[in-house]
């Protein structure tokens, strides 16, 4: 994954023109447009555009780019409204990231996926004879979200559960986003469609060629940090002192030198310090901090 993602790099830095602006903003309008006349034709329009592979191997080779613009799904105005706003935003914020050049290679590999994924389950369901639409975009658009995720997991969100706003981290949406993944692929499962579960996972798919790597670092510093903490050898002088604070409470005192014996109780205006190279969260007056023999564990 590493020398996909820098043989990206150098490519969009060989053609720093490469890739069309404002990409999320064309596929939003186009959307747009076929919802609007989708509205006016009593829904007549969007099946000429959609992923059919009976279609495209008859000649209507424009369906291999303008199922891009067939909204999925019409649950509302309000809600289609927000749904392209948010892949709009989305897109945006990844094409100011990374550079025009690099969310073109990121959204249009989805495209392509798309379409092999489309014509595979194509040619799984009769081929030229195949008149169901076997591809969309709606997987690849919800992916842009996990791209957000990922680069700005504790970035806060405003979502709405009807009409309450709830302010959410991108990480905590994400994992929603990524349950919807799995529902999906389930719901075909059990419903016989196996080849239509794969939809989804190629979206995943397209996602995990690009944060793979970013995926699997964090999951090895996570491992090794825990590994860390729980090490036998690894001292965490927060528990120590609370320890050391609980049972010197017992004591009548917080602090006592290990040298000379005084405590915070007989002394109230001595500073008392843990010394980091003791063993055992040994405490020292100010006198001794810095003149003591160190202790160390055989």
Same mark, same amino acid.
């Given at each position: 994954?590493?020398?996909?993602?820098?043989?990206?790099?150098?490519?969009?830095?060989?053609?720093?023109?490469?890739?069309?602006?404002?990409?999320?903003?064309?596929?939003?309008?186009?959307?747009?447009?076929?919802?609007?006349?989708?509205?006016?034709?009593?829904?007549?329009?969007?099946?000429?555009?959609?992923?059919?592979?009976?279609?495209?191997?008859?000649?209507?080779?424009?369906?291999?780019?303008?199922?891009?613009?067939?909204?999925?799904?019409?649950?509302? !105005? =309000?809600?289609?409204?927000?749904?392209?706003?948010?892949?709009?935003?989305?897109?945006?914020?990844? /094409?100011?990231?990374?550079?025009?050049?690099?969310?073109?290679?990121?959204?249009?590999?989805?495209?392509?996926?798309?379409?092999?994924?489309?014509?595979? =389950?194509?040619?799984?369901?009769?081929?030229?004879?195949?008149?169901?639409?076997?591809?969309?975009?709606?997987?690849?658009?919800?992916?842009?979200?996990?791209? =957000?995720?990922?680069?700005?997991?504790?970035?806060?969100?405003?979502?709405?559960?009807?009409?309450?706003?709830?302010?959410?981290?991108?990480?905590?949406?994400?994992?929603?986003? !990524?349950?919807?993944?799995?529902?999906?692929?389930?719901?075909?499962? !059990?419903?016989?469609?196996?080849?239509?579960?794969?939809?989804?996972?190629?979206?995943?798919?397209?996602?995990?060629?690009?944060?793979?790597?970013?995926?699997?670092?964090?999951?090895?510093?996570?491992?090794?940090?825990?590994?860390?903490?729980?090490?036998?050898?690894?001292?965490?002088?927060?528990?120590?002192?609370? /320890?050391?604070?609980?049972?010197?409470?017992?004591?009548?005192? !917080?602090?006592?030198?290990?040298?000379?014996?005084?405590?915070?109780?007989?002394?109230?205006?001595? /500073?008392?310090?843990?010394?980091?190279?003791?063993?055992?969260?040994?405490?020292?007056?100010?006198?001794?901090?810095?003149?003591?023999?160190?202790?160390?564990?055989?």
């Amino acid at each position: 994954m590493k020398r996909l993602d820098a043989a990206i790099s150098r490519f969009c830095y060989k053609h720093p023109n490469f890739g069309i602006p404002n990409l999320m903003l064309m596929v939003v309008i186009g959307n747009a447009i076929v919802y609007i006349m989708d509205t006016l034709s009593n829904y007549t329009f969007s099946p000429i555009l959609a992923f059919v592979p009976g279609a495209i191997l008859h000649g209507e080779i424009w369906r291999l780019i303008s199922f891009v613009f067939v909204p999925e799904g019409y649950s509302g !105005l =309000i809600f289609f409204a927000i749904s392209l706003y948010f892949y709009y935003w989305c897109g945006r914020q990844l /094409e100011q990231l990374w550079g025009t050049g690099r969310f073109n290679v990121f959204y249009f590999g989805g495209v392509l996926l798309s379409i092999i994924m489309g014509m595979v =389950i194509g040619f799984a369901y009769g081929g030229v004879n195949c008149d169901i639409p076997t591809a969309s975009m709606y997987y690849v658009n919800l992916s842009l979200f996990l791209a =957000i995720a990922t680069l700005y997991p504790e970035m806060r969100m405003i979502i709405f559960a009807g009409f309450l706003p709830l302010p959410l981290k991108a990480k905590w949406i994400a994992w929603a986003d !990524l349950a919807l993944f799995a529902l999906e692929i389930v719901r075909n499962l !059990l419903s016989g469609s196996f080849l239509f579960a794969l939809l989804p996972v190629v979206a995943l798919l397209n996602y995990f060629l690009f944060f793979g790597d970013t995926l699997l670092s964090g999951a090895r510093r996570r491992t090794q940090r825990f590994q860390y903490q729980h090490s036998p050898n690894t001292i965490s002088f927060k528990k120590g002192v609370k /320890e050391v604070q609980r049972r010197q409470q017992r004591q009548g005192y !917080l602090h006592k030198c290990c040298v000379c014996g005084k405590t915070d109780a007989d002394y109230p205006d001595m /500073e008392f310090r843990y010394c980091s190279r003791c063993a055992g969260y040994r405490c020292y007056c100010m006198d001794h901090i810095n003149n003591h023999v160190h202790v160390t564990e055989d």
